[in-house]
């Protein structure tokens, strides 16, 4: 069975710096597309940035500048280094996980919490 577990959330200032990771565990094939989502409170998932296999990052539009996803496909794990933190960026972030069959794995996400 493939796990996906995230750690690095938590409460930090405005301003501030946090970064998450993201660890497959289990057996599977290797990921095309590893991403990171969130759910801020009162509102519908988001996409915030996506890697390809082949290194090419995408983010969305609110965090572009900010925050940036990267990688380790040795460890299966991936990251996302987020700073200048605002309290707009307070949600629960998911990682997800796609291989090559389009298949999804989703981690139960991490709190991310910031003060103003």
């Known amino acids: 069975q493939v796990q996906l577990v995230e750690s690095g959330g938590g409460l930090v200032q405005a301003g501030g710096s946090l970064n998450l990771s993201c660890a497959a565990s289990?057996?599977?094939?290797?990921?095309?597309?590893m991403r990171w989502h969130r759910r801020p409170p009162g509102n519908v998932r988001e996409m915030v940035a996506t890697?390809?296999?082949?290194?090419?990052?995408y983010y969305a539009d609110s965090v572009k500048g900010r925050f940036t996803i990267s990688r380790d496909n040795a460890k299966s794990t991936w990251y996302l280094q987020m700073n200048s933190l605002t309290p707009e960026d307070t949600a629960v972030y998911y990682c997800?996980?796609?291989?090559?069959?389009?298949?999804?794995?989703w981690g139960h996400g991490t709190q991310v919490t910031v003060s103003s």
């Open positions: 890697i390809s296999s082949g290194g090419r990052a």
């Open positions: 289990g057996n599977h094939f290797s990921f095309e597309d």
């Open positions: 997800n996980g796609l291989d090559f069959r389009r298949t999804p794995y």
